[in-house]
Nanobody
């Protein structure tokens, strides 16, 4: 069993910062990418940022320049540092990863339960 547990969400004023964390636990052999998505009410889930095992990052246009994704491979944890937050950043943020549980297993995708981020104006 693999679990992704997010933390760090909450209520913040516009212009403020938040740091989200997501720890993967369970039987894990290797992790390829780790990512953050978000979904606002009435909107489709959108990509926020991704990071590969080697540290290559990509960002969604809506957060580019305001967010930094990082990971600690030893802890199977991914972080999302968000700054200059705007009310439109309000959403449930989901952790996503692609990993394999054993040497011979194929890669599978997993999702966290989500953490709410609310930015007040």
């Amino acid at each position: 069993q693999v679990q992704l547990v997010e933390s760090g969400g909450g209520l913040v004023q516009a212009g403020g910062s938040l740091r989200l964390s997501c720890a993967a636990s369970g039987r894990i052999f290797s992790i390829s990418y780790m990512a953050w998505y978000r979904q606002a009410p009435g909107k489709q889930r959108e990509l926020v940022a991704t990071i590969t095992a080697s540290g290559t990052t990509t960002y969604g246009d809506s957060v580019k320049g305001r967010s930094t994704i990082s990971r600690d491979n030893a802890k199977n944890t991914v972080y999302l540092q968000m700054t200059s937050l705007k009310p439109e950043d309000t959403a449930v943020y989901y952790c996503n990863t692609n990993l394999r549980r054993t040497l011979v297993a194929g890669y599978s995708e997993y999702w966290g339960q989500g953490t709410q981020v609310t930015v007040s104006s």
